[in-house]
């Protein structure tokens, strides 16, 4: 399993904003690729004043072919969304996460 992470720091203006257009906008068009089992989005916890907040969404793929069809076929057309929408008041950290074992 492969996770795509992109973590994202925003202004505390759009905050609100940026969450509703994730739920109601974004994620679904990222699970609509068909490259994507699921999507999941955290709020950063961190005790240190970084001047916002910042959500870590992980969108969860079933193989490296899935992750490469999308940064090929889909991320410019998705990011240039946010990007249009946001511009500056949201920065993005994209980290690729390779699943190794999980304990219970």
């Not at 193989?63 to 249009?84: C, F, I, P, Q």
Request: aromatic fraction near 12%; glycine fraction near 4%; proline fraction near 2%.
């Amino acid at each position: 399993m492969i996770i795509y992470n992109v973590t994202a720091h925003i202004e505390p203006s759009i905050e609100k904003d940026w969450l509703n257009w994730m739920e109601e906008k974004h994620l679904p068009d990222m699970l609509a690729t068909g490259k994507f089992t699921a999507a999941k989005v955290f709020k950063v916890i961190t005790d240190q004043d970084m001047g916002g907040v910042s959500y870590a969404a992980q969108y969860l793929c079933n193989n490296r072919a899935d992750y490469t069809a999308y940064l090929e076929e889909n991320a410019a057309a998705l990011r240039k969304e946010g990007l249009e929408r946001y511009g500056d008041k949201v920065l993005y950290f994209r980290t690729e996460l390779q699943h190794q074992f999980t304990q219970q």
